[in-house]
């Protein structure tokens, strides 16, 4: 990501540039194949039993609190509270998703998705929520075409990222970049050769992480705040797991990080 102008001096940068490189599937890959896959089935049961009754108790909780509000007069003393548990149940709802992406369980119908396209909506959805001390910048090579995609998670997988990487800039000034590119040859886990992938990247000029906290933040829940702020991060892993892709990610602590997703072309085709 950052390069000196003499090799001593790459050297170097080289050498204090944490080892980094995280893919999805290596905690997987210790354990014995078929551990691996009953232990993945198991999460998938367990999610998609957890997830219908959440999503049924949730529906309860907004469909009733949605009809109690519209009975109410505007300057009505229960609307409050009422609209307080509406947000929550609303809140709740993207966190049932997330925990879906995390256990790589979609529920949406597959399609081609144009990645390029996607990220430049992702980014635009974020609108003024990007801070004016941030500058995006977005270099989008088009024709980039997945097939057997979820649009859904993708752009999910996308804004979690971006607005990570806004976060990790912190209070100072920065830049983040979003890039996408085509025409590697990847050995991704699971398959059983190399196949055609196209890829991602978001690079932050923040803080960057240590070797300990980049052991940890694709653990569910896991923030370097002082709150959890969510499943975001473990969602995408769980997001590109599904879509037999593979992530890695970089970063210096004081010189910023990057996140570099790949995903093959066709996700169901045979390598």
């Known amino acids: ?3 000196g102008s003499a090799e001593p001096a790459a050297s170097r940068k080289e050498c204090s540039r944490q080892d ?9 890959a210790e354990r014995r194949p078929g551990d691996a896959a009953a232990a993945q089935q198991e999460i998938q049961r367990l999610a998609v039993g957890i997830t219908h009754n959440l999503n049924n108790l949730l529906t309860g909780v907004m469909c009733g609190s949605g009809m109690a509000l519209d009975s109410l007069a505007p300057d009505h003393p229960a609307r409050p509270p009422l609209e307080m548990a509406l947000r929550a149940a609303e809140r709740a709802t993207i966190l049932v998703k997330q925990i879906m992406a995390y256990a790589g369980i979609r529920i949406a119908p597959l399609s081609a998705v144009d990645l390029s ?23 989008l090579l088009q024709g980039l075409t997945l097939y057997d995609a979820d649009c ?4 999910q997988t996308i804004t979690a990222l971006v607005w990570n990487a806004v976060e990790a800039v912190g209070e100072g000034e920065g830049v983040v970049s979003v890039r996408t590119f085509a025409g590697k040859i990847c050995d991704l886990p699971g398959w059983p050769g190399p196949v055609v992938c196209v890829g991602l990247e978001v690079t932050d000029t923040g803080c960057g992480m240590d070797a300990r906290i980049l052991g940890q933040i694709f ?5 370097t705040k002082s709150l959890g702020r969510g499943l975001s991060l473990a969602a995408v892993a769980g997001i590109v797991r599904a879509h037999r892709g593979a992530l890695h990610v970089e970063s ?5 990080t990057t996140f570099r997703i790949l995903l093959p072309v066709c996700a169901h085709a045979e390598a």
């Not at 653990?219 to 923030?223: K, N, T």
């Open 1 to 3: 990501m950052h390069s």
């Open 20 to 28: 980094a490189s995280l893919n999805v599937g290596a905690r997987a």
């Open 117 to 139: 396209g996607l990220a430049a909506h992702s980014v635009a959805g974020l609108g003024d929520t990007i801070p004016s001390r941030v500058q995006m910048r977005l270099d």
């Open 152 to 155: 859904h998670q993708l752009e």
């Open 219 to 223: 653990e569910p829940f896991f923030s």
């Open 252 to 256: 210096t602590p004081g010189s910023g």
